[in-house]
């Protein structure tokens, strides 16, 4: 019997959290996107695109922590399915207040990487916020939302922008 998209995939019929079973499936090619923003002070942006901040290069710290995060996402999200990640790209940009971050996670799996961009994202905006915290503890982090998912039988995702 087929599942409905609102029925919980990851409870058994006792109500018990497992990992679902996608060895059946067919791996294809997947991709996800991931976006976010860092708010902070215009003076903050400044000392990022400057490369004036005491603790170093700012977005690449972030960019490679947000590599790593993408490939360690099934350590941190407990059903979640370790994935091996062809892909990652982690991009910038920087606005009057704010810093933009983009993820991208590609793979062929069985399964898809929406988790993966996520994290990556999220993980870049905090080692954005922890390099600048000293001179900007009022930052928040906002925003973080899948942009697009293609791959797998539920076929594409894309965000629409006036969301």
């Not at 997947?30 to 903050?44: D, G, I, L, S, Y």
């Not at 991208?104 to 905090?126: I, K, N, P, Q, W």
């Not at 900007?136 to 629409?160: C, F, N, P, Q, V």
Request: charged share 25%; aromatic share 4%.
């Amino acid at each position: 019997m087929p599942m409905s998209d609102l029925e919980f995939t990851h409870l058994d019929p006792h109500g018990r959290a497992r990992m679902v079973d996608v060895t059946p499936k067919e791996p294809t090619h997947r991709r996800a996107v991931a976006r976010c923003k860092v708010f902070m002070k215009p003076e903050t942006t400044a000392a990022i695109a400057n490369r004036e901040v005491k603790k170093g290069d700012v977005l690449s710290v972030a960019r490679v922590a947000g590599i790593q995060a993408a490939k360690r996402t099934s350590d941190m999200i407990p059903l979640c399915h370790p994935l091996l990640i062809g892909a990652v790209s982690v991009n910038f940009e920087i606005g009057d207040d704010y810093v933009a971050i983009e993820a991208h996670v590609d793979c062929v799996e069985r399964t898809g990487v929406e988790m993966e961009a996520l994290h990556a994202c999220s993980t870049a905006a905090l080692t954005v916020y922890d390099m600048c915290k000293s001179a900007d503890r009022g930052m928040t982090i906002g925003e973080l939302a899948l942009w697009e998912k293609t791959g797998g039988k539920s076929g594409t995702y894309r965000r629409s922008s006036e969301v």
